[in-house]
């Protein structure tokens, strides 16, 4: 069963080949990809009721999901004031608190049928209003949690006549994934496809908590103590799926493994804390430089796709 029935006049006007790709955009948020703010959502270009898949054909999508998804790294961020700009020139549409799932809202109409939606704005941050030219690139206002979101992030919609398109492959449900398309930001080019994000590293002593994790407030060193009697890798991964290969690992400066697991995950999870500790074996650590690393492994479209990151403590 489809998820949305689309109406005979739309379905036309998608097929005028005039249509194509008519429009360059600016990536939505003005911060650092795979540094300060992930992709980890995606249109959902699968027709059917329960399956799910995002332009690369892998499962980064909610069913039925309509919009992007730009994450921030933790829950502290939202404090940062991270811009949300105008994807493309045009005329704002709405600029308000709508409340309901969106909350702090920007529309902006794009003339020949195109329109974009921005949801989850900060409260009290909005630059714009009603009736107002922009240009692209300009600020809307700040990324933020309004609306049905435990998370900061930006929701992310591009539409054409009624009809959502996905900004990485310019398809559109109807269409399907391919697990490649014509991207349709400024230059051509989409950022690196990540099945999974491992957003926020680093090295501790003692426990903490998950919650500590989430909201960015895990103190992380970069030196310690040889008489430390543990330390520990954690780590946030954002967009887990059920099935997905973790793998831990902590090296000695000598490059010999200390410590290392395989985890897989047993459901999924938008945000994936983890935590792995490592007791001293000797009386002291040796001194020098111990590296912890975390990756993600996940079969796309009959690839195996692995991404994670590393982190250093020195021990003296």
């Not at 939505?28 to 995606?42: E, G, Q, S």
């Not at 809307?140 to 996905?166: C, K, Q």
């Not at 001194?287 to 479209?301: A, D, E, F, H, L």
């Amino acid at each position: 069963m489809a998820k949305t029935c689309q109406t005979l006049a739309v379905i036309f006007a998608f097929l005028i080949p005039s249509i194509a790709h008519a429009i360059d955009l600016r990536f939505p948020v003005a911060c650092r990809l795979m540094d300060h703010c992930w992709v980890t959502n995606h249109v959902d270009l699968e027709n059917r009721e329960g399956i799910t898949k995002d332009y690369m054909c892998g499962d980064k999508a909610n069913d039925g999901s309509k919009s992007t998804h730009i994450s921030l790294a933790s829950r502290s961020t939202f404090n940062q004031n991270i811009p949300v700009i105008a994807a493309a020139d045009g005329i704002i549409k709405v600029a308000k608190n709508v409340g309901g799932f969106c909350g702090v809202r920007v529309a902006i109409d794009h003339d020949k049928g195109w329109e974009s939606s921005y949801c989850h704005l900060k409260n009290g941050s909005l630059q714009v209003q009603k009736g107002q030219h922009v240009r692209a690139g300009q600020i809307l206002g700040a990324v933020g949690m309004s609306g049905e979101t435990n998370w900061p992030h930006l929701s992310y919609a591009l539409m054409r006549n009624g009809m959502i398109f996905d900004p990485f492959s310019n398809r559109t449900s109807l269409e399907g994934c391919s697990g490649q398309g014509t991207p349709m930001w400024a230059g051509g080019v989409n950022p690196l496809y990540e099945p999974a994000n491992v957003t926020s590293i680093g090295f501790t002593t003692g426990s903490t908590r998950n919650n500590d994790i989430h909201n960015g407030t895990v103190k992380s060193l970069s030196k310690i103590s040889t008489d430390t009697s543990q330390i520990s890798l954690w780590g946030l991964i954002m967009n887990v799926r059920s099935g997905d290969k973790i793998d831990l690992e902590i090296k000695t400066p000598s490059g010999r493994v200390l410590n290392n697991a395989q985890v897989t995950a047993e459901r999924s999870q938008n945000y994936y804390p983890v935590f792995f500790p490592t007791l001293r074996q000797n009386f002291l650590w040796n001194t020098g430089i111990y590296t912890g690393k975390m990756t993600i492994t996940r079969n796309v479209n009959g690839n195996k796709i692995t991404v994670g990151k590393t982190s250093k403590i020195e021990m003296y």
